[in-house]
């Protein structure tokens, strides 16, 4: 049961134009949801975050947003740069009893074209 | 400081065979766990702990034990690997609840 869904598993956008990638969430509980980079042979690094108070957050070209009445998140990414292909991972972060856990989804991988 | 760092990078198994898959960190975080990426799975929640002496199942525990005996290692281990654990392993850590988790460079493990 996959809580954490990435229903798009590439996406390939022009060099300068917006990137978007969606996520969507079946938990009602996460209460903290986090953007990751991945390049091949490496370990994913953190991108960029959001609080479930919050409905967007932004870091220089990267913009998070949280709809949490549709449980979906987004990442927007402009403009797209060619070093920006890699894997995208979303990451939600669920607290229960006093501790907690973070859940990823499958991941989209992003081509920026030349 | 070194981070994360995840020991071997490389390793065959034969199905059956036993090893552990170590992890440590030097940030001094409270919170550590293992994932296994597969592909089309994404990355999966073997393990975590909230600190020294506690840990708790992910996702897909089966296969697999950990325990946490200091605040710096986080060893993964396989009692009897078989062809589905084939994956590549991360080990990562965080300092605390709202803090972004750090990973590690990954083990690659091939069970024939």
């Known amino acids: 049961d996959q809580q954490v869904k990435q229903n798009s598993p590439s996406l390939s956008v022009q060099e300068g134009r917006i990137s978007i990638l969606n996520c969507d969430y079946t938990?009602?509980?996460?209460?903290?949801f986090l953007w990751y980079k991945k390049y091949p042979a490496e370990g994913p690094t953190f991108l960029i975050s959001i609080s479930s108070i919050k409905d967007k957050n932004e870091d220089g070209r990267f913009t998070v947003f949280l709809n949490k009445s549709a449980k979906h998140l987004s990442l927007h990414i402009v403009p797209s740069q060619p070093g920006d292909s890699a894997v995208y991972f979303c990451a939600a972060k669920a607290t229960t009893s006093g501790t907690y856990k973070y859940i990823f989804g499958t991941g989209t991988r992003l081509k920026v074209l030349a | 400081n070194a981070g994360v760092t995840q020991t071997p990078k490389f390793q065959v198994l034969k199905t059956g065979q036993s090893m552990t898959l170590q992890c440590a960190q030097d940030m001094n975080h409270e919170y550590m766990s293992w994932y296994r990426q597969d592909p089309g799975m994404g990355l999966r929640l073997i393990h975590y702990?909230?600190?020294?002496?506690?840990?708790d199942q992910g996702e897909v525990p089966n296969g697999y034990n950990v325990s946490r005996s200091t605040t710096e290692d986080f060893p993964l281990r396989l009692l009897s690997a078989a062809p589905s654990q084939t994956s590549v392993y991360f080990c990562?850590?965080?300092?605390?609840?709202?803090?972004?988790?750090?990973f590690g460079p990954g083990t690659r493990l091939t069970v024939l």
């Open positions: 702990s909230v600190g020294a002496g506690i840990t």
């Open positions: 990562a850590s965080t300092r605390g609840r709202d803090d972004t988790q750090y």
């Open positions: 938990n009602s509980m996460f209460d903290y």
